[in-house]
């Protein structure tokens, strides 16, 4: 079962955490320094089935020392959940269902704006921007989570 922010303050000193940007054909990969500051945008990945991307995300969250996830939920402007939020959350709760590792969903409204227009305001032709967009908006996402969790270890 996906968390909520306070469970990710039990990370093990150092782990780092993966941020998700899942779209209908891409996963937008994001990842944290050790220190659980600042989000870089990792790699896009292609979506096939949940198995194989269950697995390779076991992969590279093994490869890079992750102690956890943070979802990109998309929930729509006025917060209720569309066809995209209903899928995050599934492949939350799958993901969570077959790994230890903790899983939060994180809102990511207005995310991938924000990079496009960042984008369009550098002038990123529009492939550069198809290659870019969804690491970019992980870790925008992912940003934003690790914020709230630095604020939250501060109290």
Do not use: C
């Not at 899942?22 to 790699?43: M, N, W, Y």
């Not at 032709?125 to 925008?140: G, I, M, N, P, Q």
């Amino acid at each position: 079962m996906p968390i909520d922010l306070e469970g990710l303050r039990s990370l093990a000193p150092g782990a780092r955490l993966i941020g998700l940007d899942l779209g209908e054909k891409t996963i937008g990969i994001a990842l944290s320094d050790t220190l659980l500051t600042v989000a870089s945008p990792l790699i896009t990945r292609r979506r096939t089935k949940f198995s194989a991307d269950f697995e390779a995300l076991l992969a590279l969250m093994a490869e890079h020392q992750a102690g956890g996830l943070v979802i990109g939920l998309p929930l729509n402007m006025n917060g209720t959940d569309g066809p995209s939020a209903q899928s995050a959350r599934a492949f939350a709760r799958n993901f969570a269902a077959r790994s230890e590792l903790p899983v939060l969903l994180w809102d990511e409204r207005l995310s991938t704006a924000a990079v496009t227009r960042t984008l369009l305001a550098a002038d990123t032709s529009r492939k550069r921007r198809a290659e870019l967009v969804d690491k970019l908006a992980a870790a925008y996402m992912l940003q934003g989570a690790l914020d709230a969790l630095n604020h939250l270890k501060r109290r």
